[in-house]
Every structure is written in structure tokens, then in C-alpha cells.
């Protein structure tokens, strides 16, 4: 009995219980993070959400000033003004665009644009991108595959972006966008074979969760080929390990007590 005690004192001077020090450090640590945790989305999709709405006023800013010139003060300006005027400038352009008359005005300046040099390098890929993205009835990220890369036994997602047909298959291989974590907006696109490719559950969103989360937010749905076996044990965090052992020493401490 003496023997037990002085190894769970001995391990508790190692570790650190809540009432020593370290122990008080590591709880203090652990309650900031939790906080952390519950305030830093907020305080960052708050973040983004303003840095939106201030680009959104400014874009009709210099609209305003001529019309409140003519009333006699040119100087006059309300914060949101802009963004209600941007909102309803984007509805009249999307009613428009939706009707036959205004989609063949819409087509005619996209071929006007893609036929100026410098500006049709930028325009027609940043248009075919926002018009995948954004419209339901285009072809566009519909679905999320899993594929060895950069080497066998590595896995990364990818989104099927089109068809690569050969003579004889019109889907023998397809083009598939590999977005970085965590700004999915950028990335890499590559040409795989179709046999290469592994289907998921997973939706466009969900995948963009997880990417965006560098991995954190893991879909339950995500399943690995079954073929893959662990060479490994599953990874736990020092800290949780560190936990388990205070507990269970604290808990040896109190039944020899």
C-alpha cells in the first residue's frame, strides 16, 4: 500500500494535479482554449461578413454622389446606403439576365469582352468559374472523389470538373480541381484516369468544410477504400493521454486514502 502511494505521488509531482502548478497552468490553458474555440468562427465570420458589406458599399459609393449633388449636397452620404444600392443592382441584373432579351444582351458582351486581348485572359476564366460555382443548372462540381496523390497510399480529395475522352471512351479519364487547405479557392487541376478515381458520399459542401477546416471537420460519411489497412495506431493527443493518467492516479489517490 505504502509502495502504491508513493508512486501515485511521484507520478502526480511528475504530471501536475489541478492543485500544483502545472496543474493550474494546464487548466487554465484548457479553459482558454475552449473559449477560443467558441469565439475565434465567430469573431472571424463576423470579420468577413463586415470586410463583404463595406466592399459592397463602396462598389456603389461613387453612384450615390452624382445623385446627391443634383439635390444639392454632394457631400451627403450614409453608411449602407451603398449596400442596399449594390443589392439591388445585382436583382435587376439577375432578372434581367434571366428573360431571353437580356440573356442575349449578356451573350453579346461576353463575346465583345473575349475578344479583347489582354481583358478576355482574365474575364473568361474568372467567368467560368463564378458560372460553375454559382448556377445550378451549369455543369460544375458535382461530385467528390478520392485518388492517390501525390504518391500510392496518400489520399486526397478532389472535385470532378469535366470529361477527358479518348477515340474509343467519351469518359475515359476525367479533369478533376484539387483545391489547397484551407482557401479553397485556389489550387490544381489534373487529368486522371477514370479507373484511378473512388467514388465518396461526401457532398460539395461537406467537402469544402473539411478542406476549409485543414482537416479538423472530418465528415462522418468519408469513408476510405477498404482495401487500406492500418499500419498504424490511431493518434492521440499528448494532452488527452496526460489527462487519463492524472485521472486515474487522482482516482487510486482517493480509494487508498
Do not use: C
Amino acid at each position: 500500500m505504502g509502495e502504491e502511494k508513493k508512486e501515485v505521488g511521484t507520478l502526480d509531482s511528475t504530471l501536475g494535479t489541478n492543485s500544483s502548478p502545472v496543474g493550474k497552468l494546464h487548466s487554465l490553458r484548457t479553459t482558454l482554449m475552449a473559449g477560443i474555440t467558441v469565439i475565434a468562427p465567430l469573431w472571424i465570420t463576423g470579420v468577413v461578413l463586415l470586410w463583404l458589406f463595406n466592399a459592397a458599399d463602396r462598389f456603389s459609393r461613387p453612384l450615390i454622389r452624382p445623385v446627391a449633388a443634383l439635390l444639392g449636397d454632394a457631400d451627403w452620404s450614409h453608411r449602407g446606403v451603398g449596400f442596399v444600392l449594390t443589392f439591388a443592382i445585382l436583382w435587376v441584373v439577375g432578372l434581367i439576365t434571366r428573360n431571353v432579351l437580356g440573356r442575349r444582351l449578356v451573350q453579346d458582351a461576353r463575346e465583345a469582352l473575349e475578344r479583347l486581348p489582354v481583358v478576355r485572359t482574365i474575364y473568361s476564366p474568372v467567368q467560368k468559374l463564378m458560372e460553375t460555382m454559382t448556377s445550378p443548372d451549369k455543369p460544375g462540381f458535382k461530385q467528390v472523389i478520392l485518388f492517390e496523390y501525390p504518391r500510392r497510399g496518400l489520399w486526397t480529395l478532389g472535385f470532378v470538373a469535366g470529361n477527358v475522352p479518348t477515340e474509343g471512351d467519351p469518359y475515359a479519364a476525367h479533369s478533376v480541381f484539387v483545391p489547397t487547405a484551407p482557401n479553397p479557392t485556389t489550387g490544381f487541376m489534373l487529368i486522371i484516369p477514370r479507373k484511378e478515381l473512388r467514388r465518396t458520399n461526401l457532398s460539395v459542401e461537406a467537402a469544402f468544410q473539411m478542406i476549409v477546416s485543414a482537416g479538423v471537420a472530418v465528415p462522418v460519411n468519408l469513408k476510405l477504400p477498404a482495401d487500406i489497412v492500418a499500419s498504424v495506431e490511431p493518434l492521440v493527443e499528448a494532452d488527452v493521454i496526460r489527462d487519463a493518467v492524472v485521472a486515474e492516479a487522482s482516482e487510486s489517490n482517493n480509494v487508498n486514502r
